[in-house]
Each structure stands twice: as C-alpha cells, then as structure tokens.
C-alpha cells in the first residue's frame, strides 16, 4: 500500500513540476511534439532533446496511458540519431505499454538511426514494436 501511495505521490509530483516549470517559463524545448486521439498517443522525437524532455515525455504518456490509450507511436523521422538516453527511453515505454496491455510501435527507423549504435541497441529498436 506504502508503494502505491509513494507511487501516485511521485507522479503527481512530477505533473506538478512540469506545470509549475511551464508557467514559470523554465528550460522548455520543442524537443517532441505529443499528438493524442481517442485510442492512443503519437510522439514524434527531434535532435534537441534535453534531459527535462525525457521526464516531460514520461509524464505525457503516463496521462495518455490513464486515458485509456491502446497504442503508442514512436516517430523517430526527425530523429538524426539514437543516444543511450533514448534507447532508454523506448526500453522503458516498451515496458509500461506491455504492462498495460497496450502495442508501441516505432516508425521511421531507418539506416541513419543504426549507424552509430551496437548490435544489442539495434535488436532493442527493431524488438520495439510489439
């Protein structure tokens, strides 16, 4: 029960955070934009990521995942390459969407976003779509 009520704390925490950096005009990237609709979520990743975009795309698909969102895109057109940070990333929405039930698919990967990672970090992007 202490996990839970620790769990909620956090996340609302973190949407309080996020709000409170927005209307205070704190660091703010257009990093990715957030498209929503009925069934699911859309995220389309750029080169700017900063480390708050991380936490602000977690925080949008934690709300999206409450909605009751069945799928998750991933579109890494704009993205000219593939860090650690986002393999994360994907690592842990794959996680979360395969713990609710819901399908992540990537789109646009492409030989450019394989140039510079190793073989686990290409298995991991390609066993992203569930």
Known sequence: MGALIFRIYSFYTRILHSWVMRQAGGP???????????????????????????????????AAMERGAGYVILDLEQLG??????????????????????VLELRN??????????????SDLLGATL
């Open 28 to 62: 703010r990237s257009m990093a990715y934009s957030l498209l929503l609709d009925p069934t699911g979520v859309i995220i389309r990743l750029t080169d700017s990521l900063i480390d708050d975009d991380y936490d602000r795309i977690q925080d949008d698909f934690e």
């Open 81 to 102: 390459g593939v860090t650690n940070a986002v393999v994360g990333l994907i690592g842990t929405l794959r996680l979360q969407c395969r713990r609710r039930g819901a």
């Open 109 to 122: 990967v492409g030989p450019r976003h394989m140039g510079t990672t190793d073989s686990r970090t290409k």
